[in-house]
């Protein structure tokens, strides 16, 4: 069955998928001359606001927590391990093409919500017209949650505590559980409130550690900086098929970070109290820019500059702080990274909420979170290459339903003013 899973893995994220985000998001961001950029001016206008649901800050911080989560530190490593230093240069070179295709996928879920229909479920519904790619989007969105919005986000957490502190992994997801089903049994504002206040103080933590451990690494960062641009324009190893994978492993875990082309984004931004596509089109371009450009490329620098052997495990940074901090990383980094992965469990659980809502009107929507918070222990004791790959799988299958929609809707959005 493993062997099975991968082969499907490979074949999905074949270099066919990797050229439709790269593409498809460069046509976003230049079709209709650049509209994501020049839409940025609405992060400085005063928003229309209905008085109900999140703010839109909070909606932002929700949508930061689902798309910042371990991505940045396991799916850093893990595109290290995978691809090489020259995965790092595809990651950046993704995130750019990335802003303008989860701009795309905002606005336009914004223009046609409809009711509990929302987020790529609502323009591909509504849109499109086509109610089997709505649901079909809907029913991987749900099973997408589980994988890498739940199970490898506790399978991180677990790791990283069992290695600090030897917590065994059981009961690591058991209280991992019990916080998310307090918070999304709450609602969307219980959500809203919880990440708006976590996530801002936990990023600059991280964002800080990560800073000192690259100052005081043994590997210097212009030398690392050479090693990522030659890894990955090294003609000898784009003959030999490694470039390739450089390549394609990093606008993978560049997807599976900030979520652009998956689709994921307008759900986690559909309780925002707002009128204006252009507003969380712009928000989420900074998500993307935040997350990619800035989270991810701090665990990568940390990393490679502290000389350790690269791994496909939050472990990996652990190592890495351990040189750069000393014992300060022992009770600085797992808390953080336990964070990460919390925040963004609720953040998945609130999007799994919405694909179900579009696709059942709201029913069962008790028995979907109590499943996602079991879903919870079993990725915490599962191991770390199985839970990879069934998460690669379903976001695979997302961004194939959801990037058609984009191609055939944008064209017509974009000559309207947003």
């Known amino acids: 069955m493993a062997a099975w899973l991968e082969a499907m893995d490979a074949v999905l994220w074949g270099h066919g998928l990797v050229a439709m985000i790269l593409m498809m998001g460069t046509f976003c961001l230049t079709y209709g001359r650049f509209l994501p950029i020049r839409s940025l001016h609405a992060l400085c206008c005063r928003d229309r606001s209905g008085g109900h649901g999140q703010t839109p800050f909070q909606a932002c911080m929700t949508s930061l927590a689902a798309a910042m989560g371990t991505g940045n530190i396991v799916g850093v490593t ?29 606005v336009l879920a914004a223009r046609y919500r409809r009711g509990e229909t929302a987020g ?48 065994p992994p059981l ?31 936990v990023t600059l933590v991280y964002l800080l550690a990560a800073a000192v451990v690259t100052a005081r690494g043994t590997v210097p960062l212009g030398d690392v900086l050479h090693t ?9 190893a784009a003959a030999g098929g490694v470039g390739g994978a450089a390549l394609a492993v990093g606008v993978r875990r560049g997807v599976f970070s900030n979520e652009a082309g998956l689709g994921s984004s307008g759900l986690l931004h559909a309780d925002a109290d707002t009128a204006s596509p252009a507003f969380l089109g712009a928000c989420a371009m900074l998500e993307v820019a935040a997350d990619t450009l800035v989270c991810c490329t701090a665990t990568a620098f940390a990393v490679l500059t502290s000389g350790v052997p690269v791994g496909d495990s939050a472990e990996t940074v652990y190592a890495a702080f351990r040189t750069g901090i000393g014992g300060a990383a022992d009770w600085l980094l797992p808390p ?18 919405h694909a179900l809502r579009g696709l059942t009107g709201g029913r069962g929507l008790g028995v ?14 599962t191991g770390e290459s199985l839970v990879w790959t069934l998460a690669d799988i379903a976001n695979a299958c997302m961004a194939w339903i959801n990037l058609p929609g984009i191609l055939l809707l944008w064209p017509k959005t974009a000559r309207q003013a947003p």
């Open 78 to 106: 893990a595109a290290l391990a995978a691809g090489g230093p020259g995965a790092i240069l595809w990651m950046w070179a993704a995130a750019v093409p990335g802003m303008g295709l989860i701009y795309a996928e905002n």
């Open 120 to 167: 790529a479920v609502a323009y591909l519904r509504w849109g499109l017209g086509s109610r089997g790619m709505a649901a079909g989007f809907a029913v991987c969105c749900v099973a997408a949650s589980f994988g890498m919005g739940d199970m490898v986000q506790s399978r991180a957490m677990a790791g990283t505590l069992a290695a600090a502190y030897g917590v």
């Open 171 to 201: 009961v690591t997801g058991l209280a991992a559980a019990a916080v998310t089903a307090v918070v999304v049994f709450g609602g969307a504002g219980r959500t809203g409130r919880f990440t708006a206040h976590v996530m801002p103080l």
């Open 228 to 236: 990522i641009v030659t890894d990955a324009l090294d003609l000898r």
């Open 336 to 353: 953080v990274i336990a964070v990460f992965a919390l925040c963004t469990l609720v953040g998945w659980c609130h999007c799994g909420s």
């Open 368 to 381: 979907y979170r109590a499943a996602f918070c079991l879903a919870a222990v079993i990725g915490a004791c």
